[in-house]
C-alpha cells in the first residue's frame, strides 16, 4: 500500500471517528434550545473567549522566537506568530501537518533550515506535555472522583498508586531501557533507522537548543502563559451561559483535561471528539446534556472561527514577507 493511500485511509478514519461522535454528542440535544443557548451569548463574551485564546497563540509564537534565537536565527515575532496561526488553521484541515507548514513558511521568509525548526516543534511538543501533565495532576488533586468517572464513562480506570506498583513501574521501564540498549547494533542496522539519523540530527539540535535559549525564566512564562489561556477559555466560558451557576473556576482544569484530549486524537479540527469528550466532562458535573453540547460548540467554533481568521491573515502576511 502506497503512502498517499495510507494516509488517506488513515485521514477518513479518524474523520469518520469524529463524525461519529460528534452524532453521538448531539443526537438527544434540542437543535432549538442548542441555538436559543449560543444566541444568548453576549457579544463581548464571545470577543472575550476569542482574545484569550489568540493570545495563547502570541505566546506561542513569541517562545519560539526565543528558540529560535538561540539557533542564530533571528525571527520578528509577527512573522512567528503569523506562521502559528496558519499552522493552527491547516490543522483544521490536516491534523500534524501544519506543524511542517510553519516550518517551511519560516524557511521561505527567514531561511531557517526546516529540521532545526523543526526540532524546536519537537520541544514544544515535550513542554506541552510537561504542562498538559500540570494540567492532569492538578485535576487529580482538585477533582479526582469526576476525572476518575469520567475515565471509566470511557473504558479507562485510573491506576491505584501503591509503593508497589510505582517499584514496577520503575522495573519495567529499567528492563525496556535495557533491551534497547543492548540490542542497539541489530537496530540501527535496519535501513529505515538509517536514514531517520539524518533528519534526527536536525532535530537533536533544536532540542538542545532549550539549553542556551535566551532568558528561560521567560520561556517559562510563555509556556505557563499559554495553558493559563487553555484553561481560562474554559473558565470564562462558564460565565457564559445558563446553568454553569454551581461550577467553580477549579473545575476549568477538569474540562481542560477532557477538551486535551479531544485534540490529541488526529481527528481534524477536534470534531466531534472535543465535543463528545468536553459534554462528557460536563455531565458529570451536574450539566445537562444539551447545555454541556452547548458549551462545546461554543469553545470549539469560536476558537475554530479565531484559526481561520488569524491563519488568514498569517497566510496573507507571510506571502508578501517572503517576496521581500
Known amino acids: 500500500m502506497s503512502t498517499w493511500v495510507k494516509n488517506t485511509v488513515q485521514y477518513l478514519l479518524f474523520l469518520g471517528i469524529g463524525l461519529a461522535l460528534l452524532y453521538f454528542s448531539f443526537q438527544k440535544v434540542n437543535t432549538d434550545d442548542l441555538w436559543e443557548n449560543i444566541s444568548s451569548v453576549s457579544i463581548s463574551g464571545l470577543i472575550g473567549i476569542i482574545a484569550i485564546g489568540f493570545l495563547a497563540m502570541v505566546f506561542r509564537g513569541l517562545r519560539w522566537v526565543q528558540m529560535m534565537k538561540s539557533m542564530g536565527y533571528h525571527v520578528t515575532g509577527t512573522r512567528a506568530i503569523s506562521a502559528v496561526a496558519l499552522s493552527y488553521l491547516v490543522n483544521l484541515v490536516t491534523p500534524r501537518v501544519g506543524e511542517i507548514i510553519r516550518c517551511t513558511a519560516l524557511k521561505r521568509t527567514n531561511q531557517v533550515p526546516i529540521d532545526k525548526s523543526l526540532g524546536t516543534v519537537v520541544l514544544e511538543r515535550m513542554v506541552d506535555l510537561l504542562m498538559f501533565l ?14 476518575s468517572n469520567f475515565l471509566s464513562q470511557n473504558g479507562v480506570e485510573l491506576p ?37 539519523k539524518g533528519l534526527t540530527a ?37 460565565t457564559l451561559l ?30 466531534g471528539t472535543y465535543h463528545y469528550l468536553v459534554t462528557s466532562a460536563l455531565i458529570i458535573l451536574g450539566v445537562s446534556e444539551t447545555n454541556g453540547a452547548t ?30
Not at 500540570?134 to 476525572?147: D, G, H, K
Not at 458549551?295 to 517576496?323: K, N, P
Request: aromatic share 16%; with cysteine.
Open 202 to 238: 536536525g532535530v537533536v539540535q533544536g532540542i538542545k537548543s532549550l539549553r542556551t535559549v535566551d532568558n528561560k525564566p521567560l520561556f517559562w512564562l510563555y509556556s505557563i502563559g499559554i495553558w493559563s489561556c487553555y484553561v481560562a477559555t474554559i473558565a470564562v466560558g462558564f
Open 242 to 271: 445558563s446553568g454553569f451557576e454551581n461550577i467553580g473556576f477549579e473545575q476549568a482544569f477538569f474540562v481542560s483535561v477532557a477538551a486535551g484530549l479531544g485534540f490529541i486524537i488526529p481527528v481534524p479540527g477536534g470534531i
Open 160 to 196: 491505584q498508586i501503591t509503593a508497589i506498583s510505582i517499584s514496577l513501574y520503575i522495573l519495567g521501564f529499567s528492563f525496556l531501557t535495557f533491551i534497547i540498549i543492548k540490542t542497539k547494533k541489530y537496530w540501527c542496522q535496519w535501513k529505515p533507522i538509517q536514514k531517520l
Open 295 to 324: 458549551f462545546a460548540t461554543l469553545i470549539h467554533g469560536s476558537q475554530s472561527l479565531m484559526f481561520v481568521i488569524t491563519g488568514a491573515l498569517g497566510f496573507v502576511f507571510l506571502y508578501f514577507a517572503g517576496r521581500k
Open 134 to 147: 500540570f494540567v492532569v495532576i492538578s485535576t487529580l488533586i482538585i477533582s479526582r472522583a469526576e476525572l
